[in-house]
């Protein structure tokens, strides 16, 4: 997968999970998302884990400053 | 060395700076970190020449350890046993040194035992390099870090802006600042981390250091006795308020310190008490602490019981949402919290007050996630309730914070006790003998005169308007510079800012560029905090 394509695909599980209409970039944060909190963070992460068929591991995701980031790890999946 | 002491302001700082400046120009990137490195630990060993053996001792194992788990040619049983034998002599070390007492004291308690044990010295900043190193040695089992030399890692760990009270900082944000230091540093650094500095300092200095006078005696008279409801108040939102200043001040003047070298350090403290809720509470006090904590040990607690419940999201039925609810949120944030508190100080105390955070934001994920149930227009209703969720908010800062400045469980649940009324409530005496016929009315359901020293109360309640004005009314010092970018991963809150950048005069006039006012309003500033420094001054969280 294309970075682009992971932010695109990215872009849905975000809406889902937090039932907003919600635009992603790579340099999104989440003081730019309400609701993007520790716990919300970890639904999300399991979220993703199950949308795209892939697993992390607790250090990997323990620092992602960004989605730019996020999605980097996920492309390194591919 | 303190930040706020003439021979740091005076003589240090001033020295290091402009011998710095001078080394920039051999343009040797090798001699420019040697020399932050000799700097820092001579700052560190300032106090005590004999720390220096041990900070060297963990510096050197940490970087072995983490460069040996970076390797790619190392086995997976090796790399775990590595990577735990570090984490334990990490944590060893901290452990002798800070909780070594504690932990007897709980000791004796449950069993019943009389154990001495010598008082250790704390060494400075144990807390601090001890988080910021396993977090290393994790990253570099991951094998997210890139390599760095020995030198790089040393000024990495003792930088000395960062190194007594934080923030704590992340190799990845560290590292390549000091792997392509800036040589030629502009006047703008300059100018942006003395104003910075400054602002720190006169937090510290006139605005934490003058609550604390009325903060102080009313603990001192817990210690005897009980406090009126009056003061357990002032007390209660008088040392929030301290410790605020004195942390928000001491954060300000790391960041000022580190940028005169052209280093960013990380966002620390964002005006915490403007939180509308406890979660927001936690993303904007300490936040490198709270970084470090979710990332290493509530993410990874939280993430297998989430993929077990997101699981069966569609078989779930009550008892198992109600595990659920249990393992994936009410477990690890009170273990994260009651860890927090633990950091915090060797003392009953203080996992109170952890723990106390912790059940309060337990309540808030809770309603949080019962919300859509009642609540169809979210934007309406985060409209109309900030308010009460400010208070609310407020207050339980407020009542936690009695544990944490306390001596001991005992004053602190005496004090805790005054706060909501169990000994009584009372209202000023001025108020009280201005209520003439009604008086009776007041007494019957409990309500009385304070009789304690008019004055203490008079000047404790305005000191506490004052700086509570400052605190949630005011742009912060980040706020100020963020044209500048002032600290690294700093934003300003989606909701925020529209406010901010509404029609707020005042928002406008206070925002920093390096124009003559600044540099004028800079100088008085620091002036100020410099006069100020004789007064006697107790540094919070110097203790860490």
Redesign the interface.
């Known amino acids: 997968m294309t970075h682009d394509e992971v932010i695109r695909k990215l872009n849905t599980t975000f809406c889902e999970v937090f039932d907003d209409d919600i635009e992603l970039s790579d340099e999104t944060t989440a003081a730019d998302i309400e609701g993007w909190d520790s716990l919300t963070n970890v639904r999300l992460l399991v979220q993703i884990e199950l949308d795209f068929d892939i697993s992390f591991s607790s250090y990997e995701i323990a620092d992602i400053s960004n989605v730019g980031e996020l999605a980097n790890i996920i492309v390194s999946r591919f | 060395m303190l930040f706020n002491s003439y021979e740091f302001i005076l003589l240090f700082l001033p020295i290091t700076v402009i011998v710095y400046y001078r080394i920039s120009s051999f343009d040797s990137r090798q001699l420019s970190l040697g020399f932050l490195a000799f700097a820092s630990l001579f700052f560190y060993g300032w106090w005590n020449p004999s720390y220096l053996i041990l900070i060297s001792v963990s510096l050197v194992t940490n970087y072995f350890i983490g460069t040996t788990l970076q390797s790619e040619n190392i086995q997976k049983r090796v790399k775990t046993l590595l990577l735990i034998v570090g984490i334990v002599f990490n944590l060893g070390l901290l452990s002798y040194y800070k909780y070594g007492g504690f932990i007897v004291e709980i000791v004796n308690d449950i069993y019943d035992r009389d154990i001495n044990w010598a008082n250790v010295i704390l060494p400075l900043a144990i807390s601090f390099f001890t988080f910021q190193q396993i977090a290393f040695l994790?990253?570099s089992?991951?094998r997210?870090v890139k390599h760095s030399d020995f030198l790089e890692y040393v000024v990495f760990v003792t930088f000395f802006p960062q190194l007594i009270a934080g923030p704590i900082v992340?190799h990845?944000e560290m590292i390549p600042q000091f792997s392509s230091i800036k040589l030629n540093i502009t006047s703008n650094h300059l100018k942006i981390g003395m104003m910075l500095f400054a602002i720190g300092l006169f937090k510290k200095v006139i605005l934490a250091d003058s609550i604390s006078e009325y903060v102080a005696p009313i603990y001192d008279t817990a210690v005897d006795g009980q406090v009126t409801f009056l003061q357990a108040w002032i007390a209660g939102i008088g040392f929030t308020l301290q410790i605020y200043f004195d942390f928000s001040g001491y954060s300000d003047m790391a960041l000022g310190a580190a940028r005169m070298f052209g280093i960013i350090l990380p966002i620390n403290f964002n005006s915490p008490l403007k939180a509308s809720s406890i979660?927001d509470f936690w993303?904007r006090w300490h936040i490198t602490l709270v970084?470090f904590l979710?990332?290493?040990i509530?993410?990874?607690l939280?993430?297998r019981a989430?993929?077990k419940a997101?699981m069966r999201k569609g078989k779930a039925n009550s008892r198992t949402k109600t595990i659920d609810f249990i393992t994936?949120?009410t477990i690890p944030?009170l273990i994260t919290m009651f860890l927090s508190g633990f950091w915090h100080g060797a003392g009953y105390q203080f996992l109170v007050w952890g723990t106390l955070h912790g059940v309060y934001l337990v309540i808030n994920?809770s309603w949080?996630m019962m919300l859509?149930a009642f609540v169809s227009d979210k934007k309406r209703y985060e409209r109309f309730f900030r308010p009460f969720g400010l208070v609310i908010t407020l207050l339980a800062v407020f009542f936690a914070m009695i544990y944490f400045r306390a001596d001991n469980l005992e004053i602190a649940n005496s004090m805790a006790a005054s706060m909501i009324g169990l000994n009584g409530i009372s209202l000023p005496e001025a108020i009280f003998n201005h209520l003439g016929e009604a008086k009776g009315i007041f007494l019957k359901i409990g309500i009385g005169p304070d009789t304690t020293t008019g004055s203490q109360i008079t000047y404790g309640s305005i000191y506490c308007v004052v700086l509570l004005f400052i605190a949630l009314v005011l742009p912060n010092s980040l706020d100020m510079m963020r044209n500048y970018t002032p600290a690294l991963?700093y934003?300003?809150?989606?909701?925020e800012r529209d406010d901010l950048y509404s029609n707020n005069k005042l928002v406008h006039f206070l925002i920093w560029k390096p124009n003559r006012f600044w540099a004028i309003t800079c100088g008085i500033t620091l002036a100020v905090g410099l006069m100020s420094l004789q007064r006697l001054s107790v540094f919070l969280y110097w203790q860490f």
Do not use: F, W
């Open positions: 994790i990253d089992a991951a997210r992340h990845k979660i993303s970084r979710t990332a290493y509530y993410t990874p939280s993430l989430t993929r997101v994936t949120l944030t994920h949080r859509p991963n934003s300003i809150k989606k909701h």
